[in-house]
């Protein structure tokens, strides 16, 4: 067990054994989900090195030596994938944003008389449903737990009334 003998003694042979056997695999995996050659071998890596220094964390009786490999390369990807949608600080902006004109001023007045117009024109239970989830922020979920109706329920008359409300709102 070549993690054992990382975990327990530093070994740097195994580890290169390691290295070898998952390392080509890992950047295979990251590429079959999605990720750019660049990204896969840069996760690749990672991974391996992490590998190396939480070797002491790995449990044979919980996971396979596969499986636990995977699973830190399936979250290295997720942490790369997050810091990219992330923006850099020097593309923020900063200052205070410019004032609408009056053309838009009065157009967004406007779609908030069509808005509300169209949310009193739903069926209560729709327009009941589309208010705790908007204007209430609560999870469908959280909805389903205050209302006591199925999930399903929920979704498709959220689903259903938002529809409505595009198609008013044309």
């Given at each position: 067990m070549m993690v054992g003998y990382i975990r327990d003694n530093q070994d740097q042979k195994a580890f290169a054994e390691l290295f070898g056997h998952f390392a080509p695999r890992v950047k295979s995996f990251l590429m079959k989900s999605g990720a750019d050659a660049g990204m896969a071998e840069e996760c690749a890596q990672e991974v391996m090195a992490t590998l190396w220094h939480k070797a002491h964390l790995?449990?044979?009786t919980r996971a396979s030596v596969a499986t636990w490999v995977f699973t830190i390369a399936r979250n290295k990807r997720i942490d790369m994938l997050r810091k990219q949608r992330r923006p850099e600080p020097d593309e923020l902006t900063w200052g205070p944003e410019a004032e609408p004109d009056a053309a838009?001023?009065?157009?967004?007045q406007?779609?908030?008389v069509r808005l509300a117009a169209a949310l009193a024109e739903l069926p209560e239970k729709q327009r009941d449903l589309v208010q705790k989830a908007f204007f209430g922020d609560l999870s469908h979920s959280e909805i389903a737990e205050e209302t006591g109706l199925p999930l399903g329920t929920i979704k498709s008359r959220i689903r259903l009334a938002l529809e409505r409300l595009r198609h008013a709102m044309k």
């Amino acid at each position: 067990m070549m993690v054992g003998y990382i975990r327990d003694n530093q070994d740097q042979k195994a580890f290169a054994e390691l290295f070898g056997h998952f390392a080509p695999r890992v950047k295979s995996f990251l590429m079959k989900s999605g990720a750019d050659a660049g990204m896969a071998e840069e996760c690749a890596q990672e991974v391996m090195a992490t590998l190396w220094h939480k070797a002491h964390l790995f449990d044979p009786t919980r996971a396979s030596v596969a499986t636990w490999v995977f699973t830190i390369a399936r979250n290295k990807r997720i942490d790369m994938l997050r810091k990219q949608r992330r923006p850099e600080p020097d593309e923020l902006t900063w200052g205070p944003e410019a004032e609408p004109d009056a053309a838009e001023v009065v157009e967004i007045q406007q779609e908030s008389v069509r808005l509300a117009a169209a949310l009193a024109e739903l069926p209560e239970k729709q327009r009941d449903l589309v208010q705790k989830a908007f204007f209430g922020d609560l999870s469908h979920s959280e909805i389903a737990e205050e209302t006591g109706l199925p999930l399903g329920t929920i979704k498709s008359r959220i689903r259903l009334a938002l529809e409505r409300l595009r198609h008013a709102m044309k």
